[in-house]
């Protein structure tokens, strides 16, 4: 591997950056709006699985004790 001056690596830096295609702000909230609605959705999802199996298992208990 080549090493570069940090002035050219800078250069090189600047160049990669402005390639990349940054979001909207419209996009950005969009995607934060469906990440909260679908970590709520696992949540309440996974509430409800472990609420039935905590419920499994006292029955359970309840019939040994």
């Given amino acids: 591997m080549a090493k570069v001056n940090p002035g050219e690596f800078i250069r090189q830096v600047r160049a990669e950056t402005a390639k990349v295609v940054w979001p909207t702000g419209k996009e950005t909230v969009m ?17 409800g699985i472990d609420s039935a199996f905590s419920a499994i298992v006292r029955a359970l208990l309840g019939l040994i004790g």
């Avoid at 995607?31 to 509430?47: C, E, G, N, P, S």
């Fill in 31 to 47: 995607t934060a709006v469906m990440v909260l609605i679908m970590t709520t959705i696992l949540a309440l999802f996974f509430f």
